[in-house]
């Protein structure tokens, strides 16, 4: 199993930053990517930054806009950790973030999704 446990989040007025932390707990699996992702109530949860273990790092180019200049995501794979630093914070990234990742059983192939509980984010005035 993979168990996720999220914290920062919070309340910031617009321009200001934030930092998000998740730290993994697992037995029996290999992480093969890791990151946050955030859903607004009745949307679809969506990517927000992904990195592998190789520091290939992928960023959202959503409807909501861009978040890469703004937001940084960094990962310790030896610690099983990930941080998502988010400058110049926006009323439009308001929402709840998760943290994922996707992991594989030690010798298997199949891929898993294992998610945080969530945290909010609220940018506002």
């Known amino acids: 199993q993979v168990q996720l446990v999220e914290s920062g989040g919070g309340f910031v007025q617009p321009g200001g930053s934030l930092r998000l932390s998740c730290a993994a707990t697992?037995?029996?699996?290999?992480?093969?990517?890791m990151g946050w992702y955030r859903q607004a109530p009745g949307e679809q949860r969506e990517l927000v930054a992904s990195?592998?273990?190789?520091?290939?790092?992928?960023?959202?180019?959503s409807v909501q806009g861009s978040v890469q200049g703004r937001f940084t995501i960094s990962a310790d794979y030896a610690k099983n950790t990930v941080d998502l630093h988010m400058n110049s914070l926006k009323p439009e990234d308001t929402d709840v973030y998760y943290c994922?990742?996707?992991?594989?059983?030690?010798?298997?192939?199949?891929?898993?999704?294992?998610w945080g509980q969530g945290t909010q984010v609220t940018v506002s005035s």
């Open positions: 990195v592998g273990t190789a520091g290939d790092t992928k960023y959202s180019d």
């Open positions: 994922g990742v996707v992991a594989r059983r030690y010798g298997r192939s199949r891929l898993q999704h294992f």
């Open positions: 697992r037995t029996g699996f290999i992480i093969d990517v």
